[in-house]
């Protein structure tokens, strides 16, 4: 008869430091907390929340890095034709002496 009462004992031990274990996360799901509240909160709002408070979402940023590159690649470009520029104002400036000249 003792054979049979060992395993019921160790597993009656064994169920119980179980339920110790995850005793602290059942209460925690349980309990109502701030967090928990705001999370649920912000969760179900967060669309409001960021058109009101004009906050930046990724696809804002993203938007705005496309457009700071395409920028910079035309200023670089303008930078490229600025000296091609520079070398048709001379030659025009010195026809315009020379017309004048004559």
């Known amino acids: 008869m003792e054979e049979t009462a060992e395993p019921t004992k160790t597993s009656r031990l064994t169920g119980f430091?179980?339920?110790?274990?995850?005793?602290?996360?059942?209460?925690?799901?349980?309990?109502?907390?701030?967090?928990?509240?705001?999370?649920?909160?912000?969760?179900?709002?967060?669309?409001?929340?960021?058109?009101?408070?004009?906050?930046?979402?990724?696809h804002t940023l993203d938007d705005l890095e496309h457009r700071l590159n395409t920028v910079g690649n035309e200023i670089r470009n303008l930078e490229k034709s600025r000296t091609l520029l520079e070398k048709r104002v001379a030659d025009l400036d010195a026809e315009l002496i020379r017309l004048e000249g004559s």
């Open 17 to 58: 430091k179980e339920s110790l274990v995850s005793l602290p996360h059942t209460i925690d799901e349980r309990l109502p907390t701030m967090d928990k509240s705001l999370d649920r909160y912000f969760d179900s709002h967060i669309s409001a929340i960021i058109e009101e408070w004009g906050l930046i979402t990724q």
